[in-house]
Each structure stands twice: as C-alpha cells, then as structure tokens.
C-alpha cells in the first residue's frame, strides 16, 4: 500500500496551518508522515477527520478504519473530575476480567501539549486538548495503544516504556502475558509491586491484551463536560458508554487541599487563618461547579445522542451502598458481574456501609472513607462560600446546604438528599 504524496503534504500543511500552536511545543519530536502503514499505526484515525496535533496519520487512507465489532465490544468511560472517587469507580471495572482498564491517559496529552497550565481555562489551549483527547481515546478504545506513545515522555524505544502513568493501576497491564512477574495466576497485585517488579511495558504485548479482553474502560479526569464528547459517543465505530461520576463540591474541594498541598495552599490558609487570601484561586472551585452544572444538565436533558449511554453516579450513593450501585451499573453497561469485581468490594469496603480506611487504592483510603468527612475538615466559612458559589449544582445533584456550624458538624444530619438519577435508556 502506498500513500499518495500529494493527499499527504496537502493534509499535512492543512494540518500544520490548524495546529501550528500545538505543533510548536512539539518540535523535538519529528512531524512523521504515514509511517509504514498498517491497521496498528494508521487504522482508527485515517481520514482528515484527524484531531490530533501530533503526527500526519492523514495520509493513510488505505487502511480506512478498523472493522469494530460494536456488537461485541463496550467502550466505557468513567467522566469524572480529580478526588472525586473516580480511581474506586475505575477499579469497580477494572476487576472484571473481561475488561482492560486505562488509567487516565490523558494526562501523556495534557502533560505534552499543555505543561505549564494544569487546569487552563484558555479555550484555544483548550481546543486543542479536546481534539487530541478526542483522537487519542479513540484510537485507545480500538487497543492502538501505539498512538498513545507520541505523548509519553520520554518518546518509548521499540514500543516499550516504563513512563506509563498509573501503570500499576491495569489489572491486564500487571499480569500475563503483558508481565510475567507474578506468574499464571490473576491475582490482585498492589500498583507498587507492579511498577517495580515488571519489566518495562511492551505495548505491543499491551495492545494484544486490550484486542483479547471484550470490553475496554478508561478513566477521564480531564474532559470538563460531556458534551466535548459528543463526537465520540456519535462516532459508529465506538459503542460508548459514560458514567459521569459526580461528587458534592465540598467534598472534592476538601479532598483536594488534602491531597494537592502546593496548588490548594492558599485554601489551607484560610482555613487556618479564618481569613480567605486575596490572591485565592477562586476558579479552582468554581471550574468544578460549572462543569458539572454543564455536563448535568446536558446529561439530564436527555438529548438524543446520549440516549442508552449516560448514567450519572453520585460519589456518596456508592459509597453508602457499593455493592448494589455497582449492581446498577454494571446492569447499564449491560455486561454481568463477575465474582472478582464482588470480592473486591467485600476486601475494599467495610461491609457495605462505608469504604474502608484500610485499603490500598489511595482514593479509597482518602476520599472514601466517609464521604461526608469533609464537614469536619472545612470551616464553615468556606463551606458558606462554596455553597454560594455553587448553588445550582448542589441544588441540582441533591446536596443539602447547611445554615449555620452547628449544621455542618452535626453529621446525623445528612447533606445528601435521597433522588435517584436513572440511566437514560
Ligand atoms: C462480532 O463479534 C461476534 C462475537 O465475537 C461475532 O459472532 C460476529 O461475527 C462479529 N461480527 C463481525 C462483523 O465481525
Ligand atoms: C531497539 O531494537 C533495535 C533492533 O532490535 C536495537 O538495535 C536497539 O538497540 C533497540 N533500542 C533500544 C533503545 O532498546
Ligand atoms: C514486545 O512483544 C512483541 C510481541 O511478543 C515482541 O515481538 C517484541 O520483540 C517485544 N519487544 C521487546 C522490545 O521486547
Ligand atoms: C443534630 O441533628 C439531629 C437531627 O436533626 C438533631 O436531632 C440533634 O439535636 C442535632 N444535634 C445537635 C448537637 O445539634
């Protein structure tokens, strides 16, 4: 097969006049022009329909498109925001074993295009994020996890890589034949084994593991609504399905300044002091509320394109009861539960009350151990301002604003509001 010069410096220089921006933080890596064509390298993204910034895959048009077997395979994608119980919701799945999980590999994109701004609200920055999001998940949802190497820093060297983050978080990722550390057996194995004990990741091994499992699930902190995803769960070659993950604001903002100590300083500060800084990043809270208010009202608006594929999940409904609302979602994907995903939640879970203090997924040590512990973490000055802030959001997910401390320290009192969300079908 061979590529026409013509259509490829054409779309090439198209491509180059669009992305010119994207491109320039790029420049140490070569603009590749159809590299030997094949299904892996120029399958999925054939067409000038091509988002991405990085390499002219435009020119391959001779493999047009993967023939995806809809039938045969989901592609779930868990929509959420940072410390918002996303990495429990990703382990809910990826403990299936019919199921190869990706956590979030949109941050090789964010950390290769974007670098210095981490939640940058500039929309051409932001354009450009959208679109090689875009690509990139569809390119990993057909397991050509190749694509996902323009991004990993430093560039993998005959398609292996030991800078794939959150490696160790892939069940298929940490065992064979992808890794032969821990022999035949499937058991769990703690993400920090995996880093240090397997060999560096060979993704052509990972991409044969991904085409065997039937379904795929990726993890996405990095799309702020979901109707920048509307191209995707349209796209016929995808059989997506979203679970957008939501969390009461108060809860993440508490979370983060737990976790993200350097960004959320000026939050500890004021919660120290009893003073809010003049120099807070306010948008910090606020990009959280219109993002979700978006993504919710869109998703509960119920627009045709997300009709069979869109379930909204509150954080805290899981976290009451895990193992009926993983029933319920996996009933939405339409897939079976299988035994390793309920013992899971047995070992992860204290009964089926409360997520365990005690367990080794960071996020459900922290985040999940009560999800309403953050009412004794923040002062009620800034639950007040959040709250104003965020006003809409709360009203519509269910979440209760308090009057006064009392309120918010009295924790018989439940800020969450029984309201049941039904997946769109
Ligand atoms: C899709 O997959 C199913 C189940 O593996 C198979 O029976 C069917 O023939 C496939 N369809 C196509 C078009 O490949
Ligand atoms: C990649 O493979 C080639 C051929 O097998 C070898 O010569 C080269 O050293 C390898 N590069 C690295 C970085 O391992
Ligand atoms: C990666 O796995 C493939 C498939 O088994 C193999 O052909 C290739 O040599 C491996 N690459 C490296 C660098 O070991
Ligand atoms: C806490 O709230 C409960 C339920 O509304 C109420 O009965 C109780 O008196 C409150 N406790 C305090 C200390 O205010």
């Known amino acids: 097969m061979q590529c026409s010069w013509k259509a490829v410096i054409l779309l090439a220089l198209a491509s180059i006049?669009?992305?010119?921006?994207?491109?320039r933080t790029l420049t140490s890596k070569p603009f590749q022009l159809c590299p030997v064509p094949s299904p892996q390298n120029c399958g999925l993204l054939g067409g000038p329909g091509t988002e991405s910034p990085i390499e002219g895959r435009a020119g391959c048009d001779d493999y047009p498109y993967f023939s995806f077997n809809a039938s045969r395979k989901t592609h779930i994608m868990v929509l959420a925001t940072t410390r918002s119980g996303s990495s429990f919701v990703g382990q809910l799945l990826n403990q299936h074993a019919d199921v190869f999980y990706l956590f979030e590999p949109l941050y090789h994109v964010q950390t290769t295009l974007i670098?210095?701004?981490s939640h940058s609200r500039n929309a051409a920055d932001r354009r450009v994020m959208l679109g090689a999001s875009r690509d990139l998940l569809r390119s990993l949802y057909g397991c050509d996890l190749y694509f996902l190497e323009s991004y990993i820093k430093p560039a993998p060297a005959?398609?292996?890589?030991?800078?794939?983050?959150?490696?160790?978080?892939?069940?298929?990722?940490?065992?064979?034949?992808?890794?032969?550390?821990?022999?035949?057996?499937?058991?769990?194995?703690?993400?920090?084994d995996c880093v240090k004990k397997c060999a560096a990741l060979n993704m052509t091994l990972a991409a044969d593991a991904c085409?065997?499992?039937?379904?795929?699930?990726?993890?996405?902190?990095?799309?702020?609504?979901?109707?920048?995803?509307?191209?995707?769960?349209?796209?016929?070659?995808?059989?997506?399905?979203?679970?957008?993950?939501?969390?009461?604001?108060?809860?993440?903002?508490?979370s983060?300044?737990?976790?993200?100590r350097d960004t959320y300083r000026l939050w500890r500060i004021w919660r120290a002091t009893g003073r809010r800084p003049y120099n807070l990043d306010l948008s910090q809270l606020t990009v959280v509320c219109e993002d979700f208010l978006g993504s919710v009202s869109t998703g509960l608006s119920h627009p045709h394109w997300l009709k069979g594929k869109y379930m909204l999940v509150r954080?805290?409904?899981?976290?009451?009861?895990?193992?009926?609302?993983?029933?319920?979602?996996?009933?939405?994907?339409?897939?079976?539960?299988?035994?390793?995903?309920?013992?899971?939640?047995?070992?992860?879970t204290r009964g089926s009350t409360e997520l365990s203090a005690k367990h080794k997924y960071g996020t459900v040590r922290d985040?999940?151990?009560?999800?309403?512990?953050?009412?004794?973490?923040?002062?009620?000055?800034?639950?007040?301002?959040?709250?104003a802030t965020c006003q809409k959001v709360l009203h519509q997910l269910g979440y209760k604003a308090v009057k006064s401390a009392e309120e918010l320290k009295n924790l018989s009192l439940s800020l969450v509001q029984d309201k049941t969300f039904v997946p769109f079908l």
């Open 115 to 117: 670098p210095r701004l």
């Open 211 to 254: 085409r065997e499992k039937r379904h795929v699930a990726i993890k996405v902190v990095r799309v702020p609504e979901i109707g920048d995803l509307r191209a995707l769960v349209e796209d016929p070659r995808l059989n997506i399905k979203v679970i957008q993950l939501v969390r009461d604001p108060r809860g993440i903002l508490s």
């Open 256 to 260: 983060r300044i737990e976790t993200f």
């Open 315 to 348: 954080y805290e409904d899981l976290s009451r009861n895990p193992l009926l609302k993983t029933m319920e979602i996996y009933d939405f994907l339409g897939l079976s539960m299988d035994k390793s995903v309920e013992e899971w939640i047995q070992t992860n």
């Open 17 to 23: 006049a669009i992305q010119y921006t994207a491109i």
């Open 367 to 387: 985040s999940a151990a009560n999800a309403e512990s953050w009412r004794l973490k923040l002062s009620y000055d800034m639950v007040e301002y959040t709250q």
């Open 158 to 192: 005959n398609h292996t890589t030991d800078k794939l983050f959150r490696r160790g978080a892939s069940r298929a990722l940490c065992s064979q034949p992808v890794c032969d550390a821990f022999g035949p057996t499937n058991a769990n194995v703690e993400e920090g």
